[in-house]
């Protein structure tokens, strides 16, 4: 049965439209049939992000004012055939489609695809009123900090009033050096903090703004983000994945040496 994913977050900037690109070929990769739906009228990223911004010619709102229809606006990944985009308009706002639009664009999606990602605009505006009534199931995106946790709890407010239940709980940029050093909340502190279940964490990775700059998903690349987003994908079709530990690294013998020539000198102070 096709499922309806919103992934969301309470503040901008923390990841959310690159988790909804890498979530959508991770899937595709694993012979589920899926598509990305850019939903942030007026600021469309997705298509960057997944490498295919030259393909775009109709957007959602071509689809919601029926100058179109779906099967145009949808552009098929080259790389992964059983990906897709529906990609936001550049121009224009969130005022120009309401929420019986998304209903029927959802709905004809469902019967295309498995599973439809629908990638929220930031925070909890017009625009995600809009998508709730057609969401299934949601997906909230923060980084470990008290800001991006605060806003978030607003985000989970509003997900129940709608009746939507609480969302699966995915940290982004997480650096594990720090959260080693008590600098950084672990991801397993944010969902405790959240109350929510915790799907995943994706460590801070440079691999991600550089394959952004590339214009192209870092999900073509072996790297640790890469393997992060595949660990989420496979609990989110339900398998069982441990998460990773966060362990000190070991120091080598010369790091050892000056580190106890260190501990000699301060006693000598003393």
């Given at each position: ?68 229809k ?12 059983n ?5 936001a ?112 964490f ?53 790091s ?15």
């Open positions: 049965m096709s499922q309806t994913w919103m992934i969301i977050s309470g503040k901008g900037g923390v990841g959310k439209s690159m988790m909804t690109s890498a979530l959508g070929v991770a899937l595709a990769d694993r012979d589920m049939s899926c598509c990305c739906v850019d939903m942030d009228i007026g600021l469309r990223n997705l298509d960057m992000l997944l490498g295919m911004h030259n393909k775009v010619v109709y957007d959602v709102l071509d689809v919601a004012h029926k100058d179109c779906l099967k145009y606006a949808l552009i098929s990944h080259a790389a992964h055939p990906l897709s985009l529906l990609p308009s550049q121009l224009g706002g969130v005022s120009q489609m309401d929420s019986d639009d998304m209903a029927r664009i959802v709905k004809k999606l469902k019967k295309r695809v498995g599973y439809v990602l629908l990638d929220a605009p930031a925070g909890i505006g017009r625009g995600v009123e809009n998508l709730l009534p057609c969401v299934d199931h949601a997906i909230l995106v923060v980084t470990p900090d008290d800001v991006a946790i605060r806003d978030a709890e607003r985000v989970i407010s509003l997900l129940e009033q709608a009746g939507k239940g609480r969302p699966l709980l995915v940290v982004n940029r997480v650096i594990p050096e720090m959260v080693i050093s008590g600098e950084m909340y672990s991801p397993q502190t944010v969902a405790a903090t959240l109350d929510v279940p915790l799907l995943g994706v460590p801070d990775d440079r691999a991600v703004l550089s394959a952004i700059n590339r214009h192209e998903s870092f999900m073509e690349q072996d790297c640790p983000a890469h393997d992060a987003v595949n660990r989420i994908a496979q609990r989110f079709l339900g398998e069982f994945v441990p998460m990773p530990a966060f362990e000190a690294p070991r120091r080598g013998l010369l050892r040496l000056l580190h106890r020539r260190k501990g000699r000198q301060a006693s000598l102070d003393l």
